[in-house]
C-alpha cells in the first residue's frame, strides 16, 4: 500500500502414508511339512555314520557318500525354509504406519496456516546476505543472538506472509474478466480472513484491498454499490495486507489479460527487485531510487500502435512499516531525489514501485474509499454526537490501522456519511482518494515487505509468483 500523505501539492505520495506394508499371513504349514522330511534323514544320517565308525577298516561305499550328497541338500532346502518362514513372521510383526498425511492446502483456501503449521513455526522468505562492509553480520555472534531474541517477531510476520502468498496464489488463478470489483476483494478478504484467523488486533486484515484500474494508480477500492466489471483490457493492481500482533505484510502485484501490457509489468516487476535488491543497513534511500528509476526507464511498451517509455511515478513512494502502523516515517522514492536518509538495522519497508505510461504524476481524483484514523489524534472536542460514537466503532474495530466504507458496513454502521466527514474536517480521520494520472492511461504496480535483520535481509513476502 503506498504512503499516504494529506496533501499531495506538500508532500510526496508513499503507496503506501507413507506406503502400508501389510502382505497378509503366508500359510506356513507346507514349511512345516517340509522341515520334517530333513529330521528324519538327519537320523539315518547318524546311523550311517555310527556304523561307520564300528567298521573303520571299510572304506566308505558310493551309496553312503551319495546319501550324504543328498543329506547337504536336504540341509540347505530345510535352511531356506527356515528362513522363508521367519521372514513370513516379520513381515506379520510390522505395524501400520501411522504417519499423518501433512494437509494441504483447500481450494478455495479455508484451512488457517496456523492449522497447516501445527509447531507454529512458520516459513522464512527469501533471505539474502549483506554486501561489503556489512558481510561480517552473518557470522557475528552478538547479531545472531540478537536475532534470536526477535523469534516472535519475525515468526509472527511471517504467518502474515503464508498467508499473503496463500490467498493471492488463489486470487491469481481465479479473478477473471467478468467479475466486479466487489466481488474481487470480497475474494481476497475473505481468505485472509480465514487464514490468519481474524481475531481484531491479533491478527487480521491490515488495510482494505486495492483494486485500482487502468490510469488510476492506488488507493481504490468500491464501495457499496459500485458496479464497475472488470474488462478484458484492463490494467489491475491488486495491493492487500495482512498482519498478526500489528506485524505487516503489504505486497502487490498487477493483473493483465492481454500481452500487449506484458513489457510494462516486466519494467515495473524490475524496478521492484531492483529495490529490493539495493536496500540494506547504511543505504541511502535516495541511492535506491535513483537505481529504480534507471532501470524502469530501460523499458519501452507498444500499445495501441504507440510506443511509450515506462516512466516511474515520481510522486509515489515505498515506505517503512512499524507495528499496527502502515505508514512509517521513512520513503522509499522511485526516481533519484538525493535524500541522504539511511536505512537501518530492524527496519521494515515496503518497497513499491508504479509505472506508468502517462506522464508519471499523480492526482486526487475520484470517490474516496479508503480511511484511517489520525496518528496523532488532535486534541479538540468532537462535538457531533453521531461522529463520536463512529469514532469509537473506529477505534474499537481498527485503531490505526486503515479502513474503508464496506469495513464500517460489515460492523453494523449505517447512515455515517455525515459523521465521517465531520471526523475528516475535524483531524480526527484521515480520507485517501484514490490517485489517478492522466486518462487513457495505464499503470502497474508490484511491492514486497522485507525486514533488515542484524545478520541478512529477508524478502518477507517473496513467493513462487514474484
Not at 164 to 172: G, N
Not at 202 to 226: K, Q, R, V
Amino acid at each position: 500500500m503506498d504512503s499516504l500523505p494529506q496533501k499531495l501539492e506538500k508532500t510526496t505520495l508513499t503507496n503506501g502414508a507413507s506406503e502400508n506394508h501389510q502382505n497378509g499371513t503366508r500359510s506356513t504349514e507346507n514349511g512345516s511339512a517340509r522341515t520334517e522330511s530333513p529330521n528324519k534323514k538327519s537320523k539315518e544320517k547318524s546311523s550311517s555314520v555310527a556304523s561307520a565308525e564300528a567298521q573303520p577298516e571299510k572304506e566308505p561305499s558310493k551309496d553312503t557318500e551319495a546319501e550324504d550328497d543328498d543329506d547337504d541338500e536336504d540341509e540347505e532346502e530345510a535352511g531356506a525354509t527356515e528362513a522363508g518362514t521367519t521372514d513370513a513372521k516379520k513381515k506379520k510383526k510390522k505395524k501400520k504406519n501411522n504417519k499423518k498425511k501433512k494437509k494441504v492446502q483447500t481450494e478455495p483456501p479455508t484451512i488457517p496456516i496456523s492449522v497447516l503449521y501445527p509447531n507454529k513455526i512458520y516459513p522464512e522468505g527469501e533471505v539474502c546476505e549483506y554486501k561489503d562492509d556489512n558481510l561480517w553480520r552473518t557470522t557475528n555472534e552478538e547479531k545472531r543472538a540478537l536475532e534470536k531474541q526477535n523469534f516472535d517477531q519475525y515468526n509472527d510476520i511471517r504467518r502474515a506472509a503464508e498467508v499473503h502468498r496463500q490467498v493471492r496464489r488463489y486470487a491469481r488463478r481465479n479473478i477473471k474478466p467478468g467479475m466486479t470489483m466487489t466481488e474481487i476483494c470480497e475474494l481476497i478478504e475473505n481468505g485472509t480472513r480465514t487464514l490468519v484467523e481474524a481475531k481484531g488486533f491479533e491478527s487480521g486484515i491490515a488495510f482494505p484491498t486495492g483494486c485500482s484500474l487502468n490510469h488510476c494508480a492506488a488507493h481504490y477500492t468500491p464501495n457499496a454499490g459500485d458496479k464497475i466489471v472488470l474488462q478484458q483490457g484492463d490494467v489491475c493492481k491488486i495491493d492487500f495486507g495482512v498482519h498478526v500482533n500489528g506485524r505487516i505484510i503489504d505486497s502487490a502485484f498487477t493483473m493483465t489479460f492481454d500481452p500487449v501490457y506484458d513489457n510494462l509489468l516486466a519494467a515495473v516487476k524490475d524496478a521492484t527487485n531492483t529495490g529490493v535488491r539495493e536496500a540494506g543497513i547504511d543505504v541511502r534511500l535516495g541511492d535506491i531510487g535513483t537505481a529504480i528509476q534507471e532501470v524502469m526507464e530501460s523499458y519501452e511498451v507498444e500499445i495501441g500502435g504507440k510506443t511509450h517509455q515506462v516512466k516511474p511515478i515520481r510522486n509515489l513512494t515505498g515506505h517503512s512499516i512499524e507495528q499496527y502502523k502502515i505508514h512509517g516515517t521513512k520513503a522509499v522514492p522511485i526516481v533519484g531525489n538525493g535524500d541522504p536518509t539511511k536505512m537501518e538495522e530492524g527496519d521494515y519497508f515496503a518497497i513499491e514501485t508504479f509505472g506508468s505510461t502517462g506522464r508519471g504524476l499523480v492526482r486526487y481524483d475520484m470517490e474516496t474509499s479508503h480511511y484511517a484514523r489520525a496518528y496523532d489524534i488532535p486534541g479538540t472536542t468532537i462535538r457531533l454526537p453521531r461522529a463520536r460514537t463512529l469514532f469509537e466503532t473506529i477505534n474499537r474495530e481498527f485503531g490505526s490501522l486503515p479502513f474503508c466504507r464496506r469495513y464500517l458496513d460489515r460492523v453494523g454502521e449505517n447512515n455515517y456519511l455525515l459523521a465521517l466527514k465531520s471526523l475528516c474536517d475535524s483531524g480526527h480521520v484521515v480520507g485517501y482518494p484514490p490517485l489517478v494520472d492522466i486518462k487513457g492511461c495505464y499503470t502497474a504496480q508490484f511491492e514486497h515487505t522485507l525486514v533488515l535483520r542484524p545478520t541478512r535481509k529477508e524478502i518477507l513476502s517473496r513467493g513462487d509468483d514474484y
